[in-house]
């Protein structure tokens, strides 16, 4: 994404939107801007921006349902403190420099459903996983070094699975830029897209 792509400019109309999956402004969409709208595969809004009662999933009606979340992001430079100076340095400036955005998000029953059951399995798969490389270690140390490697690999790979399950299950939006007035998200459908406008 080029520079002028990420410049926040409102679209010059309304988008035109379900009826259920409006922001609710009536003010500002009589006055041509509604405060969020669409930049090619992102949804870009203000930063304390309701995303309507479509679900931002599948564009379905969430029935008033929402995802409250604040997301943070920084810029991306920041992770080359992790090599050097180190992690901890990393945190603290990460801390101190990163931008937060307040997002409410509608959801419609089956994808609340399948957050749900996704974050069920992280937190089995993950304990299960933690649970079985102590284990192995533990018959390792016995003298059983083959059941006990098995052990092992068996919980980093259930922790492994935990993780692609936390991305693609239960990750709802993603903060890809956040200025002091707006934020760009990823990780909505082109469903949902489609019923926003577009500026690029």
């Known amino acids: 994404m080029t ?8 679209p010059a109309r309304p988008a035109q939107v379900l009826s259920y999956a409006s922001p ?4 500002m969409q009589a006055a041509g ?8 595969d992102r ?20 029935s008033g349902w929402r995802w409250n979340k604040t997301l943070y992001w920084h810029e991306p430079w920041l992770y080359v403190l992790i090599f050097f100076p180190g992690l901890l340095i990393y ?3 990460a801390l ?5 955005a307040k997002v409410s998000v509608g959801l419609c029953p089956a994808h609340r459903k399948r957050r749900n059951t996704g974050i ?16 192995g270690m533990i018959i390792a140390s016995d003298k059983n070094g083959e059941w006990g490697f098995l052990g092992v690999l068996a919980g980093f790979g259930m922790i492994i699975a935990a993780v692609i399950i936390g991305n693609t299950m239960t990750r709802v939006l993603t903060a890809k830029k956040i200025d002091d007035h707006y934020a ?3 990780g909505a459908s082109e469903v949902y897209l489609r019923t926003l406008d577009s500026i690029g």
Not at 96 to 100: M, P, S, T
Not at 120 to 135: A, F, N, Q, R
């Open 33 to 40: 801007y509604t405060g969020l709208w669409r930049q090619g």
């Open 3 to 10: 520079e002028s792509q990420d410049q926040p400019q409102p």
């Open 91 to 93: 945190a603290i400036v």
């Open 43 to 62: 949804v870009v809004a203000t930063r304390d921006a309701d995303l309507g009662d479509a679900c931002v999933k599948c564009g379905a009606a969430a």
């Open 96 to 100: 101190a420099l990163r931008k937060g």
């Open 24 to 27: 609710g402004s009536a003010p």
């Open 120 to 135: 069920l399995l992280v937190v089995l798969l993950t304990l299960l996983g933690i649970v079985s490389m102590i284990g």
């Open 184 to 186: 760009w998200y990823g």
